[in-house]
């Protein structure tokens, strides 16, 4: 089927840190490498929560994917939003232009928020995936305290109230983060509102905080984030979202103006298109090797694959899955082509970790050890920074971080209205 | 009229360069100050065209007016949008909210673009005023490139052609900006894209580019333009935009899905609404001292205000005017507060610079020094730091200037698109 003269060709959808994997270790293979994404960067999302509480500016966690691989002689790079695959042919079929042939194929689409159909998510709560969604949930917050600075009544109404929902490590920094956003800064900006009325819910279905960290660990985050003044609402679900209020399972409806919603996530919509196995959260079902049963010429990795360990457990939905999984299936690529048998993926976890708030963050590793407080929190700040791509990224970033730590201040507080493209004339 | 217990209250309109250097005259003076401005950020106009290329972020230019009056106790801050004054009750009126009671009024509030009433251009041309425009504008034109990149056939129909119309020191340094980032970045982030078909047109419709400029830093903008591979044309009009095309006076059609219109400004939109005379470009006409005709406690300083210098022309609508108009009104309100005569406002020219590209500007003063080049150039970078409000964002842009200087990079080209909040679910 291949023809002789030309090289195999990849194409790799998604360009998180999964398909980026993919593309550099693919950089000296004998192929030809087409990576897919709807949007022309790549964008570093566990700092994304610091472009929505106006510590980061969004250009310095997104890089654009195109300077990311300059000199890159395989590769070429497609703007476009991957729609399905015609498994005969072996194109992958893109909104908005020609189908892309491919002879291996690496889905790397990541997944995106689920609502789990709580009625008024999509309307009225605020994901955290994309650049855009940042800007407009740092832009709606600041406008809350700017329409109850001109009107305070509009206090009562929820204007300074946060919600959060989800007590995984997402909403947790989240809610970190906004709570010492609106005790530390706020009240610098806004010196003629009464912004001690101003209020952050975190709201979590468990018993518990950060579900797969250690116990005390998870006790630390709860304490951490009731002394910064979050209500943390354990065994309790929200059940309905409007534009001003959030309704609990226990009846109680809290009057607020911004829902963030960190409650889970599914895969992306594009697994449905595929004609293939799904499992839990609409996962694709994998081989050991990570190829999709039946299409061995394609592969899926990240949030995107539903993966096991040798032991039956999944495969975490987190960067360091979906780094193991490019840099493994570059190499299963090689293989094939080689006429070597493909190895089955091993995930090796590193360790995790999560942020709660300034100097205070907490980490465990497979060996057992255990941190929580400033040098966990150091640690975290450290190994973000490495993992950050781009020089420049990381001396601007380095640079926000420590003013923010001496000034309190967040440099990227701009009210930016994405509808208002001009100004009047 | 005014209540003795009670400091007299100055409100201003607009948190531009005339707008902030009245607060901060004000800040020891025995009065309340309001600001109002319809956004909750001071922009640093003169750097927003490199927002709009990809160079800097927007946040860099951008400052929180609220940060940077952190620690004035007479200051007070309302977002809203000025509509209208109420003359016999003393009240600023305003969009969504009470109008705000004022002893003295400073109105500041700047232009906007002027479309002289050509055809499509509110429609189909970008404007240069706001940070919404320029990441617009950057966002369209990286587009523009991503779909010729799918789809070569899109180059005929203008995706790669960029019309700048109007040859002052905005659309000089624009399209000498455009054409630095199609000629050194783009061929590197599209190598399999025939950028060399990527085009910049300069129209201007007077026989000379920077027209209050000296003519041999003219005939040197000219042809440093034409070197960089501007194509310019004098005497020439444009009659009529469209979403693909540019149509000028002497019938041709430029075949462009770009058009950045930098052909001229009027007034603010407040000053119809206002009752006042108004004088050329919808400006209002103002008294030696800076005082409306019939309004003497109401101010008007920068571009808004149509000042006259001693020898009748005009004061130049540049951010020097602003500055100095606002430093002379916090002191003429000061005088008046204390029974004092007000005192003309002279406009003292400390020259003028503008930027054509990488190590090109042309700078004149008033003593007859003319400079051109490299060394006008670096003067330029050092006085726009120097100016650029806040040390963190000082920092942050001469860093990204030495960093794009030696690599050429843009770390802000970022396609952001302003209609997607959300990532489907």
């Known amino acids: ?203 979590e279905a468990m018993d518990r905080l950060l579900a797969p960290f250690d116990a005390s660990l998870q006790q630390n985050a709860l304490d951490t984030l009731r002394r910064f003044g979050v209500e943390v609402r354990l065994n309790e679900a929200v059940t309905r979202v409007t534009a001003d209020a959030v309704h609990l399972k226990s009846g109680e409806v809290i009057r607020a103006r911004t829902v963030v919603w960190a409650a889970g996530m599914k895969a992306s919509p594009l697994a449905q298109a595929l004609g293939v196995e799904l499992g839990r959260g609409g996962r694709i079902v994998v081989n050991p090797d990570m190829s999709i049963p039946g299409h061995l010429d394609a592969f899926v990795i990240g949030d995107l694959a539903l993966g096991k360990n040798p032991d039956g457990t999944l495969h975490p939905q987190l960067a360091q899955a979906a780094l193991q999984g490019g840099k493994h299936v570059a190499r299963q690529i090689q293989r094939r082509i080689r006429g070597q048998p493909t190895e089955p993926f091993i995930y090796r976890d590193p360790g995790t970790m999560a942020t709660i708030g300034r100097s205070a963050a907490v980490a465990q590793f497979p060996n057992g050890w255990k941190f929580s407080g400033f040098f966990a929190w150091l640690m975290w700040l450290f190994l973000h920074l490495i993992y950050l791509i781009g020089l420049r990224n990381r001396l601007s970033v380095f640079l926000d971080w420590v003013w923010h730590y001496f000034t309190y201040d967040r440099s990227a507080r701009l009210l930016v209205d994405l509808l208002m493209r001009r100004t009047p004339h």
Not at 29 to 52: C, G, K, M, S, W
Not at 96 to 121: K, M, Q, R, S
Not at 165 to 183: D, L, S
Request: with cysteine; hydrophobic share 45%.
């Open 1 to 203: 089927m291949q023809d002789n003269n030309r090289l195999p060709r990849v194409v790799i959808v998604g360009a998180g840190f999964g398909g980026l994997k993919v593309v550099q270790h693919l950089r000296r293979a004998p192929v030809e490498v087409t990576l897919v994404d709807a949007r022309n960067h790549h964008i570093f999302q566990p700092l994304l929560y610091q472009v929505a509480t106006a510590a980061l500016n969004a250009e310095e966690i997104a890089q654009s994917v195109r300077g990311l691989f300059h000199g890159y002689r395989n590769f070429d790079f497609r703007m476009a939003r991957a729609t399905g695959v015609d498994w005969v042919g072996k194109r992958l079929l893109v909104d908005g232009g020609a189908p892309i042939p491919f002879d291996y194929l690496v889905l790397a689409a990541g997944a995106v928020t689920n609502d789990f159909g709580v009625e008024g998510v999509a309307q009225h709560a605020f994901g955290l995936k994309s650049v855009e969604e940042a800007i407009a949930l740092r832009s709606h917050i600041l406008k809350q305290f700017e329409c109850a600075n001109n009107d305070p009544a509009q206090i009562e109404q929820g204007a300074l109230t946060v919600v959060v929902v989800g007590g995984g490590p997402t909403g947790v920094e989240m809610a970190g983060a906004i709570v010492e956003w609106f005790k530390r800064l706020m009240p610098r900006d806004f010196p003629r509102l009464d912004v001690s009325r101003a209020h952050v819910v975190l709201v």
